[in-house]
């Protein structure tokens, strides 16, 4: 059984001009991303919740499935972002070929490879300071005082036996690296749930990898932002290929019209 070798297709790359790794609308991009990262972070927390099982080999697997989607959202959103700016370009890069003028801001906006790195960089910078602030300070968290028996406490009121219970009774008050901690450990909730709540040195150890961490997003969303020539490139050569499907059925039609010669007249009884 023998088959046909297809040609391979033929790709179509348009020329277009590149912007600069920043304009005009970077800080709202940044914002915006900040946004979705804040979103996602809540969302993470509430699902990697439901996720706290026993088992640590299903636990870790089914926070790695969350912690890639999240990935995967910042990806695909870039790569469309990617692709709008190469489109830009594409039409400025007409209008200079045709001379018409255009403003320096409009080639801003053009597709860079820096850009989608930046604007997913200057997003992530506040979380980013939290995080560098907690790795550098974390310490490993230790288990609190458990509360007392209730027939203990008709003996607090003896000197001997209220002295003695004092670290029972002592509350500390949450201070700003409580606060960083929280912010933190809900923006890399995936790898916290992996870690385990009982596993006080895996929790250490993301802590003080969480800088590297709540960085992913943003190497995620400049990876795709970088896929938008590519993009691009397929949308082209798919029109390409469409009109090139499309002119040989019309060819094989014209011919297959040719091949029935021209319709006589039939008589009618």
């Given at each position: 059984?023998?088959?046909?070798?297809?040609?391979?297709?033929?790709?179509?790359?348009?020329?277009?001009?590149?912007?600069?790794?920043?304009?005009?609308?970077?800080?709202?991009?940044?914002?915006?991303?900040?946004?979705?990262?804040?979103?996602?972070?809540?969302?993470?927390?509430?699902?990697?919740?439901?996720?706290?099982?026993?088992?640590?080999?299903?636990?870790?697997?089914?926070?790695?499935?969350?912690?890639?989607?999240?990935?995967?959202?910042?990806?695909?959103?870039?790569?469309?972002?990617?692709?709008?700016?190469?489109?830009?370009?594409?039409?400025?890069?007409?209008?200079?070929?045709?001379?018409?003028?255009?403003?320096?801001?409009?080639?801003?906006?053009?597709?860079?490879?820096?850009?989608?790195?930046?604007t997913?960089?200057?997003?992530?910078?506040?979380?980013?300071?939290?995080?560098?602030?907690?790795?550098?300070?974390?310490?490993?968290?230790?288990?609190?005082?458990?509360a007392?028996?209730?027939?203990?406490s008709a003996?607090?009121?003896?000197?001997?036996?209220?002295?003695?219970?004092?670290?029972y009774?002592?509350?500390e008050?949450?201070?700003?690296?409580?606060v960083?901690?929280?912010?933190?450990?809900?923006?890399?909730?995936?790898?916290?749930?992996?870690?385990?709540?009982?596993?006080?040195?895996?929790?250490?150890?993301?802590e003080?990898?969480?800088?590297?961490?709540v960085?992913?997003?943003?190497?995620?969303?400049?990876?795709?932002?970088?896929?938008?020539r590519?993009?691009?490139?397929?949308?082209?050569?798919?029109?390409?290929?469409?009109?090139?499907?499309?002119?040989?059925?019309?060819?094989?039609?014209?011919?297959?019209?040719a091949?029935?010669?021209?319709?006589?007249p039939?008589?009618?009884?």
């Amino acid at each position: 059984m023998t088959t046909k070798n297809r040609k391979p297709v033929q790709e179509v790359v348009k020329p277009f001009l590149t912007g600069s790794p920043t304009d005009e609308r970077t800080v709202k991009g940044a914002l915006g991303f900040l946004g979705v990262l804040v979103l996602a972070g809540f969302m993470t927390f509430l699902v990697c919740s439901a996720l706290n099982m026993n088992s640590s080999v299903l636990r870790v697997g089914l926070n790695l499935v969350v912690e890639a989607l999240i990935l995967l959202i910042f990806y695909n959103n870039a790569v469309g972002r990617g692709a709008d700016a190469v489109a830009r370009g594409e039409i400025l890069y007409q209008k200079q070929e045709k001379g018409q003028p255009f403003a320096a801001s409009e080639k801003a906006i053009c597709f860079h490879p820096l850009k989608g790195y930046l604007t997913g960089f200057l997003g992530t910078i506040p979380l980013l300071v939290c995080a560098v602030f907690l790795a550098v300070t974390a310490t490993r968290q230790m288990t609190g005082y458990g509360a007392l028996p209730g027939w203990i406490s008709a003996y607090q009121d003896r000197t001997e036996v209220g002295d003695a219970l004092v670290a029972y009774t002592v509350r500390e008050g949450i201070g700003v690296a409580d606060v960083l901690r929280i912010i933190v450990r809900m923006s890399v909730m995936p790898f916290i749930s992996m870690a385990g709540n009982e596993d006080r040195e895996a929790l250490l150890l993301v802590e003080r990898l969480s800088p590297v961490i709540v960085l992913l997003p943003a190497l995620a969303y400049g990876t795709g932002y970088l896929q938008g020539r590519k993009e691009r490139t397929k949308i082209h050569t798919g029109i390409a290929q469409s009109r090139k499907n499309r002119a040989k059925k019309e060819r094989k039609a014209r011919k297959a019209r040719a091949g029935r010669g021209p319709r006589t007249p039939q008589q009618l009884n």
